[in-house]
Structures are given as C-alpha cells and as structure tokens.
C-alpha cells in the first residue's frame, strides 16, 4: 500500500503512526516541545536584556551614562519584569509536566495549558524585550 501526496509516494512502512494520524501525533508532539521553545525565549529575552544594560552603563550622554536617566530606567524595569514573569510560567510549566508519566497518549489538559501559556508568553516577551533593547542601544541597534 502507497499514499499519494501530491504526487510524492511514501511508502506504507515509512508512515507515522499509520494514515491520517500524522496531525495528532505533530500536536501531541508539540505539547512536550512547548516547554524548550518557552526556555529557550526566555534566554534571547534575557541576553538581549543584560547587552542593552551593559551598554546602557557605558554609553554617556550629557556628562553621564544613560542608565541614568529615569525614562530609561523604566524602560528596563519593564523589560526585566517581563522577562521574569517569562521564566517564572516557563518553571511553573515545567514543573506541571514533570508530574506526568511520559505518555503521549495522556498529556492531561492541565500541562497542555501551562505549556501553552508559557510558550506564548515567552515568545511574545523575547520580541518585544529585544525590540525595546535594540532602541536602548541607538545607532549601534
């Protein structure tokens, strides 16, 4: 037996799963990867972060560095507040499916959540903390 994809044939030996179970098996997949694409958003968020400090502290402007100055300071509370609130759901996610047997076929709804949750958020927090860094940093951005 051969499936056709659009004039590709895949041998029946080299299907998933078996036909038509490729979709579930990708979004049961996607459930446990959720986490280490969270962890690692948080780490661009955060480098992106400690660059633009450190640069902050060194780049004068008016006789001072521009770590500074307040409008400044507030943009990087900010950044680093969303940058922990992105660790935090992406530990508190972790620690949901850590609790769970390994089992694909049972990913409770619970962990499914968190994941979910931790992985746009954590997504969403590394653009916008490396845009904001790449405006902290000028010209040099």
């Not at 056709?4 to 030996?13: F, G, H, Q, T, W």
């Not at 972060?49 to 900010?78: C, H």
């Amino acid at each position: 037996m051969e499936i056709i994809l659009e004039d590709v044939r895949v041998p029946a030996k080299n299907i998933l799963g078996g036909e038509t179970l490729g979709f579930p098996i990708l979004m049961k997949t996607l459930d446990l990867t959720r986490i280490p694409v969270a962890a690692q958003a948080v780490g661009i968020a955060q480098g992106a972060l400690d660059y633009a400090v450190n640069y902050t502290k060194e780049r004068t402007q008016f006789g001072k560095p521009i770590f500074s100055f307040q409008g400044l300071q507030w943009m990087m509370a900010d950044m680093t507040t969303q940058v922990e609130a992105a660790r935090q759901l992406t530990y508190k996610a972790a620690s949901v499916f850590e609790k769970f047997p390994k089992n694909l076929d049972r990913v409770p709804k619970e962990a499914v959540r968190q994941s979910a949750m931790a992985k746009l958020f954590a997504g969403e927090t590394a653009m916008k903390v490396t845009t904001d860094s790449v405006q902290l940093l000028g010209g040099y951005g």
